[in-house]
Structures are given as structure tokens and as C-alpha cells.
């Protein structure tokens, strides 16, 4: 079989793949020690966008910290995929109508829990890179 090739992703193919997306991982700094968290979000006006309740995601975005955020898709049969990754800095969401907006394009929670802030992140930086197995 034939090996695969590593290509970047132009930042409208990043930005294509997030918006068709929608559950990450949101990696920040705990101490001085990563962790990872997965979240359902969506794309609005270019930030990712997500709930949380209460606890270190909430208290990242209420101190504007820097974040990574990361989404993909792989097959492992055909050894081919893709990955996105965002980093930037996170924030609670605090105006009333930017809420409700988020709340009404936010998919639907896969684990039950109050999730009732919304949380922002600016990108500063987009990349990517796409796995494909070269034409024959």
C-alpha cells in the first residue's frame, strides 16, 4: 500500500473543516500541566464557540487564557484524515444577545449538565494539515 502524504491546509480549508465540525478538544494549562477536555461547539464569526458549567474550562475563559483547540477526522483503513488546529484566547460570553445567538447554533450537549455559559475563542492562530494517499 502506499504511504501517505502530509499537505497544510490553506486557512479557508481550515476554517471549512471547523465550521462542518462539531466536537473538539480544548486544551489548556492546569497548573502547569495540559489537559483536554472534548466539546460540543460550532463556528461563529470566525471563534469557536461552546457551553460549559461550572470548572476549569469556566474558569480558563474568566482569566483570558490561551488555548488550543483541536478538531479531525481520520479513517484508519484508508489511512487518510485531517486536523485543525486553533489556538487563541478564551473568553466567557457575556453579552445577553451574543448568548442567545450561540445558544441557537450550538449543537445539542451528548452528556446530560448544566452547561449555561457560553465560552469564546479568538483564534490568533489557524492551521492544518491534511493525510492523503498519493494518485496512483
Known sequence: MARGRISILTPD????????????RVGVTVASLPEIFPVNFCVIDGDVVFRTGEGTKLHMATREAVVAFEVDQFDVDSQCGWSVLVVGTCSEERDPNRVLDARR????DWVP????????????????????????
Do not use: F, M, N, Y
Open 105 to 108: 447554533q450550538l449543537p445539542d
Open 113 to 136: 449538565g448544566d452547561r449555561d455559559h457560553v465560552v469564546r475563542i479568538t483564534p490568533h492562530k489557524v492551521s492544518g494539515r491534511r493525510i492523503s494517499v498519493p494518485s496512483a
Open 13 to 24: 480549508e481550515c476554517l471549512a473543516l471547523l465550521t462542518d465540525a462539531r466536537l473538539g
